[in-house]
């Protein structure tokens, strides 16, 4: 179990402290280290370490209108900073948080890498971004590619992923709680309520096998 977090606002905002907010709400739902990738233009900046969120003062004061968030509660991998969420495609293009277990993830690392793909984590979670990346490669369209590779996944998840080629957030779950905030101008994607109550009581929530697409 871990908390995950997506924000996504109509305007620049400082998005990277409201991720860290949601987070240190969701403290509960994992504990040893934690992350988040803020989007600046096409620019991905991801931040991470092992700790716990409480102990985090700020995010990012870069004004910009989309990131995503995680607490890990590890599973596959120790708890070292490479190993901590988000976890990124090869090219830092495409970013990842992810709650749950990728139970055919030896299969799929084996097969990306007589692909050519490097993994940096020991982490179940790592074949997410790079299998997104391998379907975006040939079809450039980056919700079509998270869409076949969540088709190749067995286990259970909810993971939210950004692109620096496309304007929003996109979030999918197969047994594990995912949900949406639809506030003023500006969308969470969390595993919490928790994590949004005090900016909307207005929630949407995913059933096993949706995607959502803010932006
Ligand atoms: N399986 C992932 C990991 O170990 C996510 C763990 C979780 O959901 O807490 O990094």
């Known amino acids: 179990m871990c908390g995950i977090i997506g924000y996504y606002s109509d305007n620049?905002?400082?998005a990277g402290n409201i991720i860290i907010?949601?987070?240190?709400?969701?403290?509960?739902r994992g504990y040893d280290s934690?992350?988040?990738?803020?989007?600046?233009?096409k620019e991905i900046v991801v931040k991470k370490n092992v700790g716990s969120i409480s102990e985090v003062k700020e995010g990012s004061n870069t004004k910009c209108k989309q990131a995503i968030g995680h607490t890990r509660w590890a599973t596959h991998g120790k708890v070292t900073k490479q190993n901590a969420h988000p976890h990124s495609s090869c090219n830092n293009n495409i970013c990842v948080v992810h709650n749950g277990i990728i139970e055919n993830y030896h299969d799929l690392k084996k097969n990306l890498e007589e692909k050519n793909y490097v993994f940096k984590?020991?982490?179940?979670?790592?074949?997410?971004?790079l299998l997104i990346d391998y379907y975006y490669k040939n079809?450039?369209?980056f919700t079509e590619s998270i869409k076949k590779a969540s088709e190749d996944l067995k286990g259970s998840y909810a993971f939210i992923a950004m692109c620096s080629d496309f304007d929003g957030l996109v979030g999918i779950k197969k047994g594990a709680p995912l949900l949406i905030g639809h506030g003023k101008g500006e969308y969470f994607i969390t595993s919490d309520v928790v994590a949004f109550v005090e900016y909307t009581k207005d929630v949407t929530y995913l059933d096993d096998n949706e995607m959502v697409i803010i932006g």
């Open 12 to 14: 620049s905002t400082n």
């Open 121 to 129: 984590s020991q982490t179940d979670t790592e074949v997410i971004p």
């Open 34 to 41: 934690w992350g988040f990738a803020i989007k600046t233009g």
């Open 139 to 141: 079809s450039k369209n």
């Open 21 to 28: 907010e949601g987070l240190k709400k969701m403290e509960y």
